[in-house]
Nanobody, 122 residues
Framework: QVQLVESGGGLVEPGGSLRLSCVAS????????MSWYRRAPGKQRELVAR???????DYEESVKGRFSITRDNAKHAIYLEMNGLKSEDTGVYHC????????????????WGQGTQVTVSS
């Protein structure tokens, strides 16, 4: 069984910084793309940043230059460094992983963490 667990959210003032972490645990064969999504109050979930298993990254337009996604394959973890936070960054941040559970099958599942709350407010 595969689990993704996020940590690092909290309350921060505008202009502040936070670092989110997501660690995959359980039994799996390989992890491909991993991403951070967020759901702001009253809005649909949106992709914030994605990192491929070889390191290529993509960012949502509004976070470019402020957020940085990194990956530690040895720890099965990704991180989201968030700087220059704005009130519109408030939301629940979810980790997503495209994970192949077993070597005997080519199936790649879509796995989600429970989310961590980020609140940007003075």
């Amino acid at each position: 069984q595969v689990q993704l667990v996020e940590s690092g959210g909290g309350l921060v003032e505008p202009g502040g910084s936070l670092r989110l972490s997501c660690v995959a645990s359980g039994t799996f064969f390989e992890i491909y793309d991993m991403s951070w999504y967020r759901r702001a109050p009253g809005k649909q979930r949106e992709l914030v940043a994605r990192i491929q298993n070889l390191g290529r990254t993509d960012y949502e337009e509004s976070v470019k230059g402020r957020f940085s996604i990194t990956r530690d394959n040895a720890k099965h973890a990704i991180y989201l460094e968030m700087n220059g936070l704005k009130s519109e960054d408030t939301g629940v941040y979810h980790c997503n992983g495209k994970i192949r559970p077993r070597s005997a099958s080519t199936y790649v599942g879509d796995y989600w963490g429970q989310g961590t709350q980020v609140t940007v407010s003075s």
